[in-house]
C-alpha cells in the first residue's frame, strides 16, 4: 500500500509540473496570433503591441539564471508554488489590462513567473521521483512543450476571432489554481539547502547579456527596427556574456556553474540539445507560414494539419522509455538526429499540391521524433549530476533552451526575408520556404557529431541500459 500510495503521489507531482509547463509554454506563443485584435481592442499599433511579447523574453531572460539558487535558497516547493501564483497574478493583469503598456508590464510578471516556475517544477520532479522512473516522467512533463507551440497558433485564432483575447489569459487561471491545490498537498515541503551567497554581478552580466541578445534574435528579420539598431543589441548581448564566462571561471560561486559542461551527458544535453532546438524553434515559425502563406491554406486548415505534430508527440510518450532501456541515450540519439534532420529535408519538396494525407503524415512523424529527442535530452542530462549542482543544471538547460528556440526562429526568420529580396518577392511565396528547411535540416544534423561523443553506455543509471559483457 505504501507503495501504491507513492506512486499516486509521484503521478500527481508529474500533473502540477506538466500542467505549469503547458502554462508557459501555450502562452509564450499564443499571444502573436492574437496581435491583431488586442491591437484593435486596446487602441494600440500591433507593431507596438510586440513589446508585450519581448517583455516576456525580458522576464525570462532576467529569472531563469536565478531560479536555481532562489530555490536552494528557499526550498523548491516555496518557490514553485510562488512561480506559479506570480505566472497567475501576470495572466489576470493581461486579462484586465486597459492599455497597451498595462499590457507589457502585466507581460513581463507573467515571464518572471515562467522563467521560475519551468527550471524550478522541473527540479521537484529530479528530486522527488528515483531515477530509473525518470525517462517515463520526463516523456509526460516534457509533453507540453510538444504540443502547446502546436496549437497555441490555432488555439489563439479561435479565441481572439469568436470570444475575446482576453481569454487567451484567463484560460490560465483554473488550470494555475488547480495546480496550486495540489501542489500544496502533494509537493513534499523542503528547506533550503544552500546559504552560498548571490552572485550579484554574475546575475546582473548574464540577464543583460541574455536579454539583449534574446531582444536581437526576437527581432532579426522582422523589419521592426533598424538594422543596425538590432546589430548593436546582438553585439552587447555577446560581449556581455563573454564577460560573464571570464566571470564565471574566477568567482567562487557563479550563478550559472560552467564547470557542470565537464560532465559528459549534460554537455552532451545542452550542446546537442540546443542544436535540435534551434531546428525545432524554427518550425513553430516555417509551418504555418508555409501552410498560410505559401500553400493558401486557411488558418484552421493549417492549425489542424500541424496539430497532427501534437498527435505524434502524444503517441511516443510511453515508448521513449522502452526504447532507451534497449539501445542507450547514444544509439536513440544519434538514431534520431539523422531522422528529424531528413524529415526537416523532405519539407523542401513540399509543395501546395501535396496531399494533405502525405502532410499530416509527416507531421504526426515529426512530433514522434520530436518527442523522443527532448525526452531524451531532458533526461541524460541530469543523469549524472549530483543532487547538489541540481537546481544549478536546471537553470543551465533551461537558459540554453530559451536561447535556442528563440535562436532557431530568429534564423528561420531571417532566411525567408532573404529569400524574397532575392527573389524579388513581395510577400512571401512557397519557393522561398525550401532554403530554410534544407539549413534547419543540416543544423539538426549537426547534433550528431555532439552524440557520437557519448559512451555507449552514457547515461545508464537512468536508461537502464547495460552493455552486454563477453
Not at 21 to 44: C, K
Not at 323 to 332: A, D, H, N, P, S
Not at 371 to 380: E, L
Not at 400 to 428: D, E, F, K, R, Y
Amino acid at each position: 500500500m505504501p507503495d501504491s500510495d507513492e506512486r499516486r503521489a509521484q503521478r500527481r507531482i508529474l500533473l502540477i509540473v506538466a500542467g505549469a509547463f503547458f502554462m508557459e509554454n501555450l502562452d509564450s506563443t499564443i499571444l502573436a496570433t492574437a496581435l491583431p485584435a488586442v491591437a484593435v481592442s486596446l487602441q494600440a499599433n500591433p507593431l507596438h503591441l510586440s513589446l508585450a511579447l519581448t517583455a516576456y523574453l525580458l522576464g525570462l531572460a532576467l529569472f531563469i539564471p536565478l531560479s536555481g539558487w532562489v530555490a536552494d535558497r528557499l526550498g523548491a516547493r516555496r518557490v514553485f508554488r510562488g512561480a506559479v501564483l506570480v505566472f497567475l497574478l501576470g495572466s489576470l493583469l493581461c486579462g484586465i489590462a486597459q492599455n497597451s503598456w498595462q499590457l507589457i508590464l502585466a507581460r513581463g510578471l507573467q515571464g518572471i513567473g515562467g522563467a521560475m516556475m519551468v527550471p524550478v517544477g522541473r527540479l521537484v520532479v529530479l528530486r522527488r521521483l528515483p531515477k530509473h522512473d525518470m525517462v517515463a516522467a520526463m516523456a509526460w512533463i516534457t509533453l507540453p512543450a510538444l504540443v502547446a507551440p502546436v496549437i497555441a497558433p490555432l488555439l489563439g485564432g479561435v479565441i481572439a476571432t469568436y470570444t475575446s483575447w482576453r481569454w487567451i489569459f484567463f484560460i490560465n487561471l483554473p488550470i494555475g489554481l488547480a495546480g496550486l491545490l495540489i501542489a500544496s498537498r502533494h509537493i513534499p515541503h523542503d528547506e533550503g539547502l544552500t546559504l552560498r551567497p548571490l552572485d550579484l554581478k554574475g546575475w546582473m552580466l548574464l540577464g543583460i547579456g541574455l536579454a539583449s541578445l534574446l531582444f536581437a534574435l526576437e527581432l532579426m528579420g522582422k523589419g521592426l527596427i533598424d538594422p543596425r539598431v538590432d546589430a548593436a543589441l546582438a553585439t552587447i548581448g555577446i560581449a556581455t556574456l563573454t564577460l560573464y564566462v571570464l566571470h564565471a571561471v574566477r568567482a567562487p560561486h557563479p550563478i550559472l556553474q560552467l564547470s557542470l559542461l565537464k560532465v559528459a551527458t549534460f554537455r552532451a544535453a545542452v550542446l546537442g540539445g540546443s542544436l535540435f532546438r534551434i531546428s525545432a524553434g524554427a518550425t513553430t515559425l516555417l509551418l504555418p507560414l508555409m501552410l498560410q502563406a505559401g500553400f493558401g491554406y486557411s488558418a484552421a486548415a493549417s492549425g489542424a494539419m500541424t496539430f497532427m505534430g501534437a498527435v505524434g508527440a502524444m503517441a511516443m510518450r510511453t515508448r521513449a522509455a522502452a526504447l532507451v532501456r534497449r539501445f542507450g541515450f547514444k544509439q536513440v540519439l544519434v538514431i534520431d538526429a539523422v531522422i528529424s534532420a531528413g524529415l526537416l529535408a523532405v519539407g523542401a519538396l513540399l509543395t501546395a499540391d501535396t496531399p494533405r494525407a502525405v502532410l499530416m503524415t509527416l507531421f504526426t512523424a515529426v512530433g514522434l521524433s520530436r518527442s523522443i529527442m527532448y525526452t531524451c535530452v531532458n533526461t541524460m542530462g541530469y543523469s549524472d549530476i549530483d543532487e547538489q549542482r541540481m537546481s544549478q543544471a536546471t537553470s543551465f538547460a533551461g537558459t540554453a533552451q530559451q536561447l535556442a528556440l528563440t535562436a532557431g526562429i530568429a534564423l528561420a526568420a531571417q532566411v525567408l526575408q532573404w529569400s524574397t529580396t532575392l527573389n524579388g518577392h513581395p510577400a512571401l511565396q512557397a519557393s522561398d520556404f525550401p532554403a530554410a528547411y534544407l539549413l534547419m535540416g543540416a543544423v539538426c544534423l549537426l547534433s550528431t557529431l555532439v552524440y557520437l561523443r557519448l559512451q555507449p553506455d552514457a547515461g545508464h543509471s537512468v536508461s537502464g541500459h547495460r552493455l552486454k559483457t563477453p
